[in-house]
């Protein structure tokens, strides 16, 4: 006997198909209608809505770089202008004292501080976006080379930060 003729004589047997042909057709018609409807809503909600988020999101994320590129171009010419700013290097040892002062200094509160062989590991809880950019740029301008930085956004211009400050 062959696999198939297996699965047919097994299938006679179910009770689910016994069932099936006792409905009237009317029942029938009606359950195969609600079946359809079924895969085609299932359809939608695992194929084609899941697939209309990520081309939005896609776009979306599109029109930010594209704002960006506009921006870069826009101001290329007056970051070339810009007179090269002499940087003179923090010395290692100075390193913590002055990201602790200046992180004071900008508002900004320091939630964990580790130094190691590489620098100074930091990590700031709900620091404002802004006032991190000019903290950074500020360390920047003493000497202090941000080496890995970890943002996570976390609404209202808030972000959550984890900075390697090496010291240049």
Same mark, same amino acid.
Request: glycine residues 6%.
């Given at each position: 006997?062959? =696999? %198939? @003729?297996? $699965? /047919? *004589?097994?299938? +006679?047997? &179910? ?5 099936? !042909? #006792? ?23 695992? =194929? %084609? @809505?899941? $697939? /209309? *988020?990520?081309? +939005?999101? &896609? ?5 930010? !770089? #594209? ?28 390193? /913590? ?42 360390? /920047? ?28």
């Amino acid at each position: 006997m062959s =696999l %198939w @003729q297996d $699965v /047919q *004589r097994r299938g +006679q047997a &179910s009770p689910l198909l016994q069932r099936w !042909q #006792q409905l009237a057709d009317r029942d029938r018609q009606a359950l195969r209608l609600l079946g359809l409807a079924l895969l085609l809503a299932l359809l939608y909600v695992m =194929l %084609w @809505q899941p $697939v /209309q *988020r990520q081309l +939005q999101e &896609s776009r979306t994320w599109h029109a930010q !770089q #594209q704002e960006l590129w506009h921006y870069l171009q826009a101001n290329a010419e007056q970051a070339r202008q810009r007179p090269a700013q002499a940087v003179v290097p923090v010395e290692a040892s100075q390193l /913590q004292g002055l990201v602790t002062r200046t992180a004071q200094q900008a508002g900004l509160r320091l939630e964990r501080f580790d130094s190691d062989s590489q620098g100074v590991q930091v990590s700031l809880v709900e620091a404002d976006f802004a006032s991190l950019l000019r903290w950074l740029q500020q360390l /920047q301008g003493q000497g202090v080379i941000c080496r890995e930085a970890s943002l996570t956004r976390l609404g209202n211009g808030r972000v959550q930060a984890r900075l390697l400050l090496a010291a240049g």
